[in-house]
């Protein structure tokens, strides 16, 4: 167990350059109230370093970390890398962007990747991002490829109850790219279910469920479906099922997709790309 250290950098750990570190399973990196680092509040990972979170029946615990700025779990720079296997993140708190923070990792391979382990013991997943808070984003990519696979993304909410401003779960900047495969993303308190916000950005979505994704003004007045919002980047959505989500909130031509998803209503969805059903 990692527990309760305070750095700039770092709270509980910081890879440097051509170091390489593993947490096997049962491992603990955890925080307690209060900031602990501005940049990685479990764990910092530099240009050069690498993380293997390889946790199997018993698995490897991001729990109660804190950052000012980015990664509240972790954040992974440039040539660094991370790969997440049966990993929980799991009430962890960031004052600005991302739970999972990964920045300028380019586009040529991928920076973070999360996954379930085949020795998973339990039957739906041991690969989770459940129950954290954020200001900004859950989920940041700026110029980088972060890839989630056979994940739930659970009960994540905003810090602060104001619908006017954007807080998306996932967010992708400057050329990033976001890959979701076998995700299951549910019962989330927050006005915009993903963002993409600038340039080439993209998310692939291919069997994904999405459910009671949902926001109050305020935190008044009646329950409403949230949005997805495209701005100018692109998003493909294969082979997935929707429902309590309301479509996007305004449509680009950079929308692709199959027409094998399954929604519960036609509201601000592209015609051609999905089949009505409950």
């Known amino acids: 167990v990692l527990k309760n250290n305070m750095a700039a950098k770092g709270g509980n750990l910081h890879i440097g350059n051509g170091c390489f570190a593993v947490l096997n399973g049962g491992s603990q990196?955890?925080?307690t109230f209060g900031t602990k680092a501005f940049e990685g509040g479990g764990v910092y990972i530099d240009n050069g370093g690498e993380l293997l979170s390889n946790g199997g029946a018993s698995r490897v615990v991001f729990e109660d970390n804190n950052a000012g700025g980015f990664?509240?779990?972790i954040y992974v720079l440039g040539t660094g890398r991370a790969?997440?296997?049966?990993?929980?993140?799991r009430n962890n708190v960031i004052d600005g962007e991302g739970i999972i923070y990964a920045k300028d990792g380019g586009s040529?391979?991928?920076q973070v990747k999360m996954d379930r382990a085949a020795s998973c013991p339990f039957l739906i997943s041991c690969s989770e991002i459940d129950n954290n808070l954020f200001t900004n984003s859950l989920v940041y990519a700026d110029n980088s490829i972060v890839e989630i696979n056979r994940t739930i993304i659970y009960g994540n909410e905003p810090t602060i109850i104001n619908n006017s401003i954007l807080r998306p779960l996932i967010d992708a900047i400057n050329n990033a790219?976001?890959?979701l495969n076998r995700v299951a993303i549910f019962n989330h308190d927050t006005t915009r279910f993903l963002t993409l916000?600038?340039?080439t950005s993209q998310i692939k979505m291919s069997h994904v469920t999405a459910a009671n994704?949902?926001?109050q003004f305020e935190g008044t007045g009646p329950v409403l479906n949230a949005f997805i919002s495209l701005s100018t980047s692109r998003l493909s959505i294969e082979n997935s099922i929707f429902t309590d989500t309301q479509g996007f909130d305004f449509f680009t031509e950079n929308f692709n997709s199959g027409s094998c998803n399954l929604i519960d209503n036609s509201s601000n969805w592209p015609t051609g790309t999905f089949h009505i059903g409950t």
């Open 29 to 31: 990196i955890r925080g």
């Open 83 to 89: 790969t997440l296997l049966n990993t929980l993140f």
């Open 197 to 199: 916000k600038s340039g």
């Open 177 to 179: 790219e976001v890959r």
């Open 213 to 215: 994704n949902t926001y």
């Open 71 to 73: 990664g509240a779990g």
């Open 108 to 110: 040529s391979s991928i």
